[in-house]
């Protein structure tokens, strides 16, 4: 007979403590674990020791049998809902936490036209509310009045603004870096792609929005201002990236003796200041003096905005001169906003715009020849040129998809809801393939008239011939000649080895089994069936534009890279980068212009290839390592090395 040892009476008596508390606990959880099934209605999901959206759940990895991990919805895209077999899933935390997670387009966009019944959970902004109440975060008639008066600064005017200040940003860079001396075939190597868009968006985002008047090379070297402890752009980078860890340090913490802590601390205050004395100078610069009989703040403005249209400057009269303007803090607040979505999260998705172009040299070649078409012979161009570089949006888009900045988006129930949505999502591939053939077909039938353009062989980057359009005279023939087809001849981010973040779904190791052809003469797949799920008052649902973009009901072969999806019409309800409805962001069209502008003149002069970490690295290899990211406040490439040549 086999005896365990004793403990020691330290031990046993520990053991003891341990075991009634982790009882006790049960005992308490429990009936909370439970009301949070039932507030779902027992919907198949996650069942996590730790909340979501708890000070735990941001920043906290996947833990297997603990936690999904803050990443989720990157990591798992839509392969998690594809598991579950529905693209509603829940998470139930042991605290009684319940959210739902979203990959259903026409559900989400129902949830954001109605703000009233669906509202953010503001309480879980505080990092975004550091610097004041702001869009993000307001709700309710604030937001509207702040949303109308954001709104009125975002013009035509300033759009003109921009596209010339990217256009004079870019020719500094050219300059500076004596990119204008190279000779045709030249190279240029750069470690990381994200070093250089950071510093064109930080212009952009100063010199565009903030009426500063920054060079490429001014502020570089220069010396931390008086009762300063950082530059400006140290600020303003560091707080991007440390404000997750804003979101899980509570104040009280502040002093803790940690260097990523005092980093945090002292970026955050530094910050502030600038925009305090920004906000300072240019109401000054506005006012002027006033007279002692004349204290009223709406008072007549000194002089109007006919010289510079940047951004601030127009926030800061409306803030003075509207019926209800912004409060100080509210201004501030904004300020804070636009400088953190203005610059990260542009400057990423123009990294990962040129990562993929590397790695798929025959749309890069698409891209030049269309820019080449558009482009004015004295190369000047202006915001009324924006629409003829429908290609170069179009792989912008295409990379937002691929890339989503936000992650998430959660909102929180006001009231108990019933919610209808696809029983199942099995046959979400036939349907959007069948869909997507519809969509060619309607290609083919408006560029059946059209000529065929001359075909050209390219020499890739990767030392084979491709063929391609030596014309881009139409965009649309562009999707008709092959480029909405999902058969398996489409270029692809991942294949079973190298998808960029996840397992490669069973969905994708079968893609190539039914083609828009096919697809036309199969019968029409039957519509699924609908099921109803009534959630209570209280429940957060997040939205995964990752999820909804990766879902191939409405993109067909998802992990391929395909600008051709956007040329044309396409549904703006599917393509959810910048959110949709009522909330969508404001900022998404400054974006836009500054991408388009700078990536048009950018591919112009060069050409654009991956840089191999080690000699032998294979093209799979490559895409493997450059198409990473780390969801923070946006998604962070992690390394994306490039090789410029010159044209």
Request: proline residues 7%.
């Amino acid at each position: 007979m086999t005896y365990l040892p004793e403990l020691p009476i330290q031990y046993s008596t520990l053991f003891f403590v341990l075991s009634v508390a982790i009882a006790i606990e049960i005992h308490r959880s429990l009936p909370r674990y439970k009301r949070g099934l039932q507030r779902v209605n027992h919907l198949p999901g996650f069942r996590s020791l730790i909340s979501p959206f708890s000070g735990a759940g941001f920043g906290t990895p996947y833990i297997p049998g603990v936690y999904p991990g803050f990443d989720m919805p990157w990591r798992g895209k839509h392969e998690i809902f594809r598991r579950f077999g529905r693209d509603v899933i829940s998470c139930v935390s042991w605290n009684g936490d319940s959210v739902l997670y979203l990959a259903d387009a026409d559900l989400i966009n129902k949830i954001n036209a109605n703000q009233n019944v669906y509202p953010k959970p503001v309480e879980k902004y505080d990092v975004l509310n550091f610097l004041g109440p702001n869009l993000v975060t307001a709700h309710g008639e604030d937001w509207r009045r702040q949303q109308v008066i954001s709104k009125g600064v975002f013009n035509t005017d300033g759009w003109q603004f921009l596209w010339g200040e990217t256009v004079r940003i870019f020719d500094g860079m050219m300059r500076a870096k004596g990119y204008n001396d190279l000779k045709s075939g030249d190279e240029v190597k750069i470690k990381h792609c994200v070093s250089m868009t950071l510093r064109v968006a930080l212009l952009a985002i100063g010199n565009a929005g903030f009426g500063m008047d920054i060079s490429w090379n001014d502020d570089q070297n220069m010396p931390i201002p008086a009762g300063h402890e950082m530059t400006f752009q140290a600020a303003l980078h560091c707080v991007a990236q440390s404000s997750i860890l804003r979101l899980a340090i509570p104040k009280w913490l502040d002093w803790l003796p940690i260097k990523p802590v005092r980093e945090m601390v002292t970026a955050f205050d530094e910050l502030e200041k600038y925009i305090q004395s920004m906000i300072k100078d240019k109401r000054g610069a506005l006012l002027g003096e006033k007279t002692a009989d004349n204290e009223d703040p709406n008072a007549e403005l000194k002089f109007e905005l006919n010289e510079r249209q940047d951004l601030f400057s127009k926030l800061v009269k409306a803030s003075l001169s509207g019926e209800e303007p912004l409060t100080d803090e509210e201004l501030q607040g904004n300020i804070y906003i636009y400088l953190l979505a203005g610059h990260e999260t542009t400057a990423h998705s123009i990294s990962y715009c040129l990562a993929l172009l590397a790695l798929w040299p025959e749309k890069q070649e698409e891209m030049y020849r269309q820019i080449m078409q558009a482009m004015p012979s004295d190369g000047v161009t202006t915001y009324a040129d924006y629409k003829k570089f429908e290609y170069v949006l179009a792989v912008y888009f295409e990379t937002l998809r691929i890339f989503p900045p936000v992650q998430q988006i959660p909102k929180k129930l006001s009231q108990d809801t019933v919610f209808t949505f696809d029983k199942s999502n099995e046959h979400n591939v036939e349907i959007g393939v069948q869909e997507e053939a519809k969509r060619k077909a309607r290609y083919e039938a408006n560029t059946q008239s059209l000529p065929s353009p001359p075909i050209t062989l390219v020499k890739s980057s990767f030392g084979s011939n491709i063929s391609a359009s030596s014309s881009s005279s139409s965009l649309s023939s562009l999707a008709s000649n092959g480029a909405m087809s999902s058969s398996s001849s489409a270029t692809s981010i991942g294949s079973e080895e190298d998808k960029p973040t996840a397992p490669q779904p069973t969905f994708m190791r079968n893609r190539s089994t039914l083609t828009p052809e096919s697809a036309r003469a199969a019968p029409p797949v039957p519509a699924p069936e609908q099921m109803t799920l009534t959630v209570e008052k209280g429940t957060v649902v997040f939205i995964s534009p990752p999820a909804v973009h990766y879902n191939p009901k409405y993109y067909p072969d998802p992990y391929d890279f395909r600008p051709e999806r956007f040329v044309g019409k396409f549904d703006h309800t599917t393509f959810i980068p910048f959110s949709t409805g009522t909330r969508v962001c404001i900022g998404r069209h400054f974006s836009e212009v500054e991408s388009v502008a700078f990536l048009a003149y950018f591919i112009k002069h060069f050409s654009v290839h991956p840089t191999p970490a080690y000699e032998g690295e294979t093209r799979e290899e490559m895409k493997k390592r450059m198409l990473q990211g780390t969801p923070l406040i946006t998604l962070t490439p992690h390394s994306i090395p490039l090789t410029f040549r010159k044209r």
